[in-house]
DNA sequence: GTCCATTGTCTCGTATCCGAGACACAAGGG
DNA sequence: CCCTTGTGTCTCGGATACGAGACAATGGAC
């Protein structure tokens, strides 16, 4: 593609970022030198300018570096610009068009999914799910299809054995254990499904995207007429709406 | 500090990913390029390296580039990893040496706080605010401390006026407006207050932490035995929790 | 107290890279 | 259809920066 030189520092700098971000608690320098097979020097004089930038804490009394707050806030504006609503808008208008079902796109956020993209079929009522609405997650179709991609520790920090969960048209599991059951289904499935938990009369199947490292990070989902849609309507829908989020995968693992 | 050279390509790798996330949608190359001041080669082999990183995501249909789900990889990392933590530790635990109560610090996660650090006073018994365990905001002082300090505009988003609001022991508002009244007080008061929304017969009093550009990014709360704490002593504990705030905010600020 | 390993800073010369500017293509306006 | 502006790619030479390695300070083990 590109001639040019590498930017090496560029380079550089973003690995330190990523070694950070992979390790649970932060690195001393030498370590980061000798994960990343870079000069001390460099790493010492990038860890200066990722600092100033605010992009890297130093731990002074433990002699080690980690994140810092402007990756917090780059999480965030990319959580709030949603980036992948670019990568996953022309997946999901095509799925819309295919199937003359409304969809949306969600990310997980804490307990919540937030709906980033909604893609009204022709004909088709407007939804609840519209972009910048949160919705608990263990509601909904695309929350639950990104809660059963979760690793088992992270799922029980979120969804602790007496947790509250919240009650929506007096649907959904009213327990975390039987969340779990839920999860249980929508794993072996590959897509999770709901039922007038969000909007009376309408249910919704979702399917998780995942990142490089097969994390959940996003769903891709549909909503339609509960009562309309046949069981093998619906396994068509479930099909589709799993090519639509693996599609959407793929896509944010190569180039954007 | 330093006398190396200022590795420029890493300067202006982390220059355009803050640039990015200061906008609200992306960016066309030649607008990066002039905010920054940047030759236009260089902001397009630059963000050749943070699209190969996945840092940056192009939308070609649209010729812009946006954040790209590393940030979001990055954010995640931070929130997990919580340099805050390293940051907060040590001014948390001289406040419960002080105060002789049992005091915590936590981050906005959605709809959520989720605990990072736990500073248990000597004597004091465990409290359900452990490390990762993740609570709705509106419910907990730290919450409402942070709930307080956001936009209006992120606020509305995050509880519009007939979402759900969970409920806990019986207590806490019920609904957005009651929320909101909650949240005047808190930020007249520079601190906010939960009396038995979370554990039943403890009070606790939280205040926020706020990043550069002013927003809430973390908070700091003591929790007490709600009956046994009267109100003088009450104002110098809110007091002293704002003074600790105040450090964690000045200290993240300034170099880590 | 001594020794060794690690942390963090600093210098400077050679190798690398940054950016000016050319070029092709695409998009939008008249 | 033509012209202008913007997008994206590419080359290459002079200027800059990267990294080898020296040095001082600190911390831990004995």
Known sequence: ????????????????????????????????????GLPRSSVYHLLAILRAEGFVAHLAEEHRYGLGVSTFELGSAYARQTPLRWVAGPVLARLVDRTTHSGHFAILHGHDVLYVIEERAA????????????????????????????PAQQLRALYPPRGPLAQRNGTGPRSASALRRV??????????????????????????VLDHGGHPVAAVALTFPGDVVDLPARDRLAAAVRDAAREVSRRIRGRG
Do not use: C, W
């Open 123 to 150: 004909g088709r009522p407007a939804l609840v799910t519209d972009v910048d609405v949160r919705l608990p997650a263990h509601l909904t179709a695309s929350g639950r299809a990104i809660l059963a991609e979760l």
């Open 1 to 36: 593609m590109d001639q040019m030189a590498n930017a090496s520092s560029a380079l550089h700098a973003l690995a330190i970022l990523k070694l950070l971000a992979r390790h649970a608690s932060p690195l001393p320098a030498s370590a980061i030198a000798r994960d990343l």
């Open 183 to 208: 999860l249980v289904d929508a794993r072996r499935d590959g897509y999770a499904q709901e039922d007038g938990s969000v909007t009376v009369g309408f249910s919704s199947i979702g399917a998780a």
